[in-house]
């Protein structure tokens, strides 16, 4: 609750006697029962007393020089405590004039009653102030709880951030001349991507990727059951090898059955697109559930699709997804990739008639231009200019979506260890 007194605080320098009359002659136009007591203190007894400001519910601090500190510490003081005050400094020009945060500027030879006009507007004020007060306290109560949530929150999110990076593979298969480099870039924490290299067999190595929809943790989470449920190869008693490599499209037809089973009468679905190499022929088999087609970018120039129709993953029960084969040739590259990029590098459409700069486009097939870059040197730099293309955008600090391009070589050369022994390329996250 905010006090009852006028509490008039004097320089040492200046004639408490006078200062105080002049407050006593001000005061005596306010007509009513709610006129204030004058409590009087000098400069260095308001400094030195903690509880000066308690009962106070306006205060007049009379100066000799604004400059001091004193005076600098009592401006200070008043408004740490949200004491509505007036300050008066000898030869002041200014009738009435804000003069600090919550401090009006008022000279001693102004008219008394226009300074018990101003005294009791700053005494009106006073209760606003005091449910303030009492408001902003609970909110700094209240912030320090949510700071602690938030801190706890946060570091929750970079456990699981790291926790989905781990369960990505680390290294990739590199058989026959095929090698394998990836760009993985969350748009958050986690990301609802998700991809695997797998080596199959001897000579069959598996690619995959998959999209779940929406961002964050339910996304994130979303994918660890995608890949768990991943079929790729099953044992097979009959067979020569004892077990059998599911075809992409059979792969796919049994993960969209096992999502369908996992609904919890909220529909969750995702895209995806699985391949299968073969390393001695260099023969490529894809599958689709309604992922964005994989490219090939041939060595002689030429960029293919790669077309098999699919629906996507957790919706169409009985779903039949297609499979393409196509012939690679040493030096062609195949990407697959996620559906964020269509975003990545917004462009602008034309200017209108007005002649004003066009809107950003969104969506667009700008990214496709940016793919055509991947062709050229080694893999794993293309895809590094690729991130560096992407930090350039505006915007890169809140990517709208997650970032995935696996990217598949022919006859890449292999990188030798020191001691001899072939090196794997590593999964990059950037």
């Not at 979506?401 to 598949?408: A, E, G, I, K």
Request: net charge negative; aromatic share 6%.
């Amino acid at each position: 609750m905010p006090g009852s007194d006028l509490l008039l605080v004097i320089d040492p320098a200046l004639n408490a006697n006078d200062v105080a009359s002049r407050a006593q002659t001000a005061l005596s136009y306010w007509n009513g029962p709610d006129r204030p007591a004058i409590r009087t203190l000098d400069t260095q007894a308001f400094l030195d007393d903690p509880k000066a400001l308690a009962g106070a519910r306006a205060v007049w601090l009379a100066f000799q020089d604004e400059g001091s500190s004193q005076a600098n510490q009592a401006i200070e003081q008043v408004q740490e405590h949200s004491v509505p005050a007036i300050i008066s400094l000898p030869g002041g020009e200014r009738i009435v004039s804000a003069y600090e945060d919550g401090i009006v500027a008022c000279p001693f030879d102004a008219e008394p009653k226009l300074i018990c006009s101003v005294i009791r507007s700053l005494w009106s004020q006073a209760p606003v102030l005091a449910e303030l007060r009492r408001e902003i306290k609970l909110l700094r109560i209240q912030e320090g709880g949510l700071c602690g949530q938030i801190a706890l929150l946060d570091e929750e999110l970079r456990m699981a951030a790291q926790l989905q990076k781990e369960f990505m593979p680390t290294e990739l298969p590199h058989v026959g001349g095929i090698g394998f480099d990836v760009l993985w870039r969350p748009a958050g924490y986690v990301s609802g991507d998700i991809y695997d290299v797998v080596r199959l067999d001897d000579t069959h190595i598996g690619l995959f990727i998959a999209d779940a929809v929406g961002h964050g943790v339910p996304a994130a989470l979303m994918t660890v059951q995608i890949k768990q449920s991943m079929p790729m190869k099953k044992i097979d008693t009959s067979s020569p090898v004892g077990y059998r490599l599911y075809s992409p499209g059979e792969a796919i037809g049994q993960l969209n059955e096992e999502m369908l089973k996992l609904q919890s009468g909220k529909v969750r679905f995702a895209t995806a697109c699985y391949g299968v190499i073969d390393t001695e022929t260099n023969q490529l088999t894809i599958a689709r559930a309604g992922h964005p087609y994989p490219l090939i970018l041939r060595a002689n120039g030429q960029t293919e699709h790669i077309q098999p129709e699919g629906g996507l993953l957790g919706v169409f029960p009985d779903e039949v997804f297609e499979e393409a084969t196509v012939q690679l040739e040493p030096g062609d590259r195949v990407l697959l990739y996620s559906d964020g990029f269509e975003v990545a590098f917004p462009t602008r459409q034309d200017a209108g008639e007005d002649g004003q700069p066009g809107q950003q486009k969104l969506a667009n097939d700008q990214y496709a231009q940016e793919f055509e870059d991947l062709r050229n040197g080694d893999a794993e730099a293309a895809l590094d200019r690729l991130a560096q293309r992407l930090n350039m955008q505006s915007g890169s600090l809140n990517q709208r979506d997650d970032l995935t391009v696996v990217c598949m070589s022919v006859n890449k050369p292999v990188e030798s260890s020191a001691n001899g022994d072939a090196k794997a390329p590593t999964a990059s996250a950037a």
